[in-house]
């Protein structure tokens, strides 16, 4: 498993890169490191044999370990107020297109929110599901190794395909990911049915069950979409899907007038507000317990 306690990763470890640094800058990484490679597999029910692995891409059963092996880009926004004395919380991107710059409308949410963006290159629609997954548990690892990081506020976004990607990623690294905003695309994890004999397929068919008990109790997701987005439906079946499924976190977000296009900052914001409501809570509830009774 892949979680935050066990994200160390000795090719990070062993990167020149200063830690605590602030402001916009690109990270190169020597492919993405096979520990979570292999267990990304793992997940999926993908053995690598040649065989199984000639399923995933019939051209060449060697494909995907060489994608995996090339340099990955990372682009990373830290804020100015970022301070090692106080922990940030990890917001990370995955794009539609092949930049991994986070929106730039979104930019000063990340100060606002104590949130450090990170967001792979070469990781569009282009691409293989499972090469953009891995891309994305990396990332969060990556600045696990370089900065004070909140365990609790480990959070990821995309849009679009990368949405879809997300909504995988959110939940199958649920012992990673405390939180998940799929925008304008989601897939649902059982097979989902939507009209007549119609369903959407599921992408998890035989989900670890201790990540996905663990997801229900305490992972936050928020399912955005707009009024006119052509996703708009799917994305409200996947979310009450969740709900009868009985996760306790979680919502849904429909800015009107959009279509299938990014939410204003305003909506997004409401997003990671909600995913951090949980612990705001916490912490109100723990500081009316240490309250001196006058009474």
Known sequence: MISAKQCAIDEFAA????????????????????????????RYGIKTDDKLMAQVHPHDPHWLAE???????????????????????????????????????YHPLLEKHRLIAIGADHSGNTHATIIRHVYAVAAACLLLELYNIDKDRIYITGVSGGGRVTSQVMLMNADLFTGGIPIIGSNPYRDLPIAGNRYVPGFWRRPDQRILNHARRNSRYAFMTG?????????????????????????????????????????????????????????????????????
């Open 15 to 42: 990167l020149p890169i200063e830690k605590h640094i602030t402001g916009s800058y690109a990270i190169t990484t020597p492919g993405v490191p096979s520990k979570i490679y292999l267990e990304t597999l793992h």
């Open 67 to 105: 994608q995996a092996d090339q340099d990955a880009i990372y682009q990373v926004i830290v804020p100015a107020n970022y301070s090692k004395m106080l922990p940030y919380g990890i917001l990370v991107f995955i794009n539609s297109r092949d930049s991994g710059m986070l929106f730039r409308q």
């Open 227 to 295: 009024s006119k987005d052509y996703n708009r439906a799917v994305t409200k079946r996947i979310y009450e899907e969740y709900r009868k499924r009985r996760f306790r976190y979680v919502s849904y977000f429909e800015e009107p007038g959009y279509g299938h296009t990014v939410p204003s900052a305003g909506w997004f914001e409401r997003a990671i507000m909600f995913l951090d409501k949980p612990l705001v809570d916490e912490i109100h509830r723990a500081s009316y317990r240490r309250r001196p009774d006058f009474e």
